[in-house]
């Protein structure tokens, strides 16, 4: 034990991960610990459609942070100048301008998503909802600056204590107004509180309207590639509700919804464990160094992978028994679609590190062309396999379009010297075998809901 807690002290490279790692784990642990227990809570207060409504509101949203991010947080990771006030306080100016764009947007495509979509009640949702999009442009840059040197203990803590404030706000809403409206305004009271929270809870100067010509110029330089791949990223992330928002009741987007929440749940915590580490662990220690900086990524990589693969095959397993006790009889039918999208999850758990070691290069470029190779091939297999197989097919082909897209990352991972075939090859063989046996336990649950679900 004392070995143990030796590697978590000091200010070395291995220490400050550990203990950046561990936040992180905890502050997205305690977040979906939040998000489930409010999800549970509110589904007993209001009805499916409603969270296929939710649905669709974040769809745009998300969607239109996605389609004008311009590489924020990843600029004051990799960059040079990223502890520099003038950099930092360009950068704030800029996401502040762009929080304000957002809100507009959202007003301006209020119209067009509800005759869409066929949901009139958008015109009111998503102008309020976009309200949080300004407010969040106002999120002070410490909490980048914290992430670049691996301290995220205080802005896990804040950010959970927003989290708190809004799902409380959310619920008594819900109780109060039995609507959407509630899933909405508690968005924006969220971002209100997280504003707040890190603006006085955060050490450090406070951000001031400042225009550098050179820091705006490098901002714009890196993020230029970053805008084009995350625009590329609403397909990935948002695609598949967007398309099955077409092509499915609203009760059926809902549940679909409330299914991808829980099965989604490992990916996500890797995700936000890979983005606010690797980026710093390829930066300060890169590969193509020292053959020891290569054992490190490699020993760091396997582990991140064993544990988020290890808890998708989990969930996979337990996902319907979980439906079944939290949940009411409206959404049994998330069950089944656990198992399908953990399963189909599985190759994008397996290469998520390599395309960090991209942007700590600099190489915006090469992650846009992998990104757009990925969603590209998503949205298409996507589309045609609810077209031709019904949502079950559209699950499938989350999976599938990963493998399709996987030259193009050995490609991009080959360049940064981080490429580990043995590393995909041994952890690919494991989550079929895994993968294998979890689906013919739950056949028979899988195959009705898929007839039941081509059939709506």
């Known amino acids: 034990m004392q070995r143990v807690a030796s590697l978590f002290t000091g200010q070395g490279m291995i220490a400050r991960v550990l203990r950046s790692a561990s936040w992180l784990m905890i502050?997205?642990?305690?977040?979906?610990?939040?998000?489930?227990?409010?999800?549970?809570?509110?589904?007993?207060?209001?009805?499916?459609?409603?969270?296929?409504?939710?649905?669709?509101?974040?769809?745009?949203?998300?969607?239109?942070?996605?389609?004008s991010d311009v590489g924020i947080g990843p600029s004051?990771?990799?960059?040079?100048r990223g502890d520099d006030p003038g950099f930092l306080n360009t950068a704030w100016t800029i996401q502040v301008i762009r929080g304000f764009g957002l809100w507009a947007l959202t007003a301006l495509l209020a119209w067009p998503a509800a005759q869409f979509y066929g949901a009139p009640e958008l015109l009111i949702y998503l102008p309020i909802a976009g309200a949080g999009l300004a407010i969040a442009g106002f999120n002070p840059t410490r909490i980048e600056t914290a992430h670049r040197h691996l301290l995220a203990g205080r802005v896990t803590a804040l950010d959970l204590a927003g989290q708190v404030i809004g799902l409380a706000a959310m619920i008594a809403l819900a109780l109060v107004t039995q609507s959407v409206i509630a899933l909405v305004l508690g968005g924006v009271i969220q971002a209100a509180a997280k504003l707040l929270l890190c603006h006085y809870?955060?050490?450090?100067?406070?951000?001031?309207?400042?225009?550098?010509?050179?820091?705006?110029?490098?901002?714009?330089?890196?993020?230029?590639?970053?805008?084009?791949?995350t625009a590329f990223w609403f397909l990935t992330s948002q695609g598949d509700r967007a398309i099955l928002g077409k092509f499915v009741p609203l009760e059926v987007l809902g549940i679909y919804n409330?299914?991808?929440?829980?099965?989604?749940?490992?990916?996500?915590?890797?995700?936000?464990?890979?983005?606010?580490?690797?980026?710093?662990?390829?930066?300060?220690?890169?590969?193509?160094?020292?053959?020891?900086?290569?054992?490190?990524?490699?020993?760091?990589?396997?582990?991140?992978?064993?544990?988020i693969l290890a808890m998708l095959i989990a969930m996979a397993w337990?996902?319907?028994?979980?439906?079944?006790?939290?949940?009411?009889?409206?959404?049994?039918?998330?069950?089944p679609m656990i198992v399908m999208i953990a399963l189909a999850l599985a190759p994008a758990v397996i290469t998520m590190t390599y395309d960090q070691a991209a942007l700590a290069g600099g190489d915006s470029r090469g992650f846009f062309v992998f990104s757009a190779a990925r969603a590209c091939l998503q949205t298409g297999m996507f589309l045609g396999g609810v077209a031709w197989f019904g949502l079950a097919?559209?699950?499938?082909?989350?999976?599938?379009?990963?493998?399709?897209?996987?030259?193009?990352?050995?490609?991009?991972?080959?360049?940064?010297?981080?490429?580990?075939?043995?590393?995909?090859?041994?952890?690919?063989?494991?989550?079929?075998?895994a993968g294998g046996a979890v689906l013919h336990w739950h056949w028979d649950a899988v195959a009705a809901m898929a007839a039941a679900m081509s059939s709506s």
């Not at 004051?76 to 040079?80: G, R």
């Not at 490190?296 to 544990?307: E, F, H, I, V, Y």
């Not at 337990?318 to 959404?331: K, N, T």
């Not at 379009?401 to 580990?420: E, F, G, N």
């Open 201 to 229: 809870g955060l050490p450090g100067a406070a951000n001031r309207f400042r225009w550098e010509r050179a820091a705006a110029g490098e901002l714009m330089h890196f993020g230029k590639w970053i805008f084009l791949s």
């Open 318 to 335: 337990a996902g319907p028994w979980l439906v079944q006790i939290l949940y009411d009889g409206r959404y049994l039918q998330a069950g």
């Open 27 to 67: 502050g997205f642990g305690g977040s979906q610990a939040l998000r489930l227990a409010s999800n549970l809570i509110l589904t007993r207060i209001l009805f499916p459609e409603a969270f296929g409504l939710m649905a669709l509101v974040s769809v745009v949203t998300v969607g239109l942070s996605l389609f």
């Open 258 to 307: 409330i299914g991808y929440f829980l099965a989604s749940f490992p990916m996500l915590l890797g995700h936000a464990v890979n983005q606010r580490l690797m980026i710093p662990v390829y930066r300060g220690k890169p590969a193509e160094a020292a053959p020891e900086n290569l054992r490190r990524q490699r020993q760091l990589r396997c582990g991140l992978t064993a544990g």
């Open 76 to 80: 004051i990771a990799q960059n040079k």
């Open 393 to 433: 097919g559209g699950i499938a082909a989350l999976g599938l379009a990963m493998l399709a897209a996987y030259p193009v990352l050995v490609r991009l991972a080959r360049r940064h010297h981080v490429w580990d075939p043995l590393h995909d090859a041994g952890y690919g063989l494991l989550a079929l075998l």
